[in-house]
């Protein structure tokens, strides 16, 4: 059968302009000069007829007609690499990318024992924010290329509704408070919550808040303090960064039970208070449909929900078992990732 089809490289300059909503961002990313990107959308539109791109002083939007395009043209391409990967030797590649504090303070330690596994399977980690979902998170707002890489998928903080995906939930978050022992003797020492009013509370602005609440609010109301000032303290914009603040003996943070057990039990965190807040959203892991079949992308998802379970056998993690909403994912706190 012929296809009548536009020029490959149109396309793909489209997809990247339209999922970065930036010709420099697209050019960087097909390593070509934003005038390249700018001329092969424009030889697309040419071919469509219809205008793709309304062209604003600072920025790009999508028309219509490019808004319902987008979805089909990744779904295509996403197939395509499916096609292609059916070839491929067994074992291959597999690419990962992972919320930042999932990826150095949980998965990393533990990818050893998937290396040693499987070691037919060249695993490839990257981390990144855009891991953490924003408000109805869709496929065309998830910064995966299927054509860059024999696979990809990614572990993800939110609610684990992500269009086009399949996703499993694989770690269940609690909040707990934790702070440098330092904080715990002293001028003021930290003894009730009603003492943090003389420390500083650290916020991590890349957790989603849940639904009119913070996560300082929730905490301190659990823990009986409310007249604490649940909105006074420094902000980070990274989950590592405030943990980090918080080694520092800079304040005191919520964090993610589950990634900060290894601190806690080396004496480099305390945690004071036998007060934790779950959250509605949580880690999962994310498959592009095409590629779920794929045997190094069951490989890995078997690995790593297995890990999960053993781990929360040991009390490490809370089991995505038992959690009933897990089928769906994870969600952020405010637009980021625990991590």
């Not at 934003?34 to 002083?57: H, N, W």
């Not at 690419?95 to 050893?112: E, I």
């Amino acid at each position: 059968m012929a296809y009548r089809l536009p020029p490959f490289p149109a396309l793909r300059a489209f997809e990247a302009a339209a999922r970065s909503l930036s010709f420099k961002a697209a050019a960087e990313e097909l390593h070509v000069t934003p005038a390249a990107i700018s001329q092969q959308v424009k030889s697309l539109e040419d071919y469509l007829g219809v205008r793709l791109f309304v062209r604003q002083t600072r920025r790009i939007v999508l028309t219509p007609e490019a808004t319902a395009m987008l979805p089909k043209l990744q779904e295509a391409f996403e197939c395509l690499a499916a096609a292609i990967g059916t070839t491929r030797r067994p074992g291959g590649t597999l690419t990962v990318s992972a919320a930042p504090n999932f990826a150095v303070r949980w998965l990393l330690p533990r990818l050893p024992e998937f290396s040693s596994a499987h070691p037919q399977i060249d695993l490839r980690l990257s981390s990144s924010r855009n891991a953490i979902d924003a408000p109805m998170a869709t496929a065309a707002a998830v910064n995966l290329d299927p054509l860059a890489s024999d696979s990809e998928v990614s572990i993800r903080f939110g609610s684990g509704a992500l269009q086009g995906h399949r996703c499993d939930a694989v770690l269940a978050p609690r909040y707990t408070l934790v702070c440098s022992p330092a904080l715990l003797t002293g001028k003021r020492p930290l003894r009730t919550p009603a003492d943090l009013r003389w420390h500083r509370l650290i916020h991590d602005d890349s957790v989603p808040d849940e639904p009119g609440k913070s996560g300082w609010e929730a905490w301190l109301e659990a823990a009986g303090a409310q007249e604490v000032d649940a909105a006074r303290g420094p902000r980070f914009g990274n989950t590592t960064l405030a943990i980090e603040a918080a080694l520092g003996a800079q304040g005191v943070v919520l964090a993610l039970r589950q990634l900060v057990s290894a601190d806690v039990a080396a004496g480099r965190l305390a945690t004071p208070f036998d007060v934790e807040v779950s959250s509605r959203y949580y880690y999962y892991l994310a498959i592009p449909e095409a590629i779920a079949g794929r045997a190094v992308v069951q490989t890995f998802r078997t690995w790593l929900l297995e890990a999960a379970v053993e781990h929360a056998s040991r009390g490490d993690l809370a089991s995505p078992a038992a959690e009933p909403q897990a089928q769906a994912s994870e969600q952020p706190e405010k637009n980021a990732e625990a991590g």
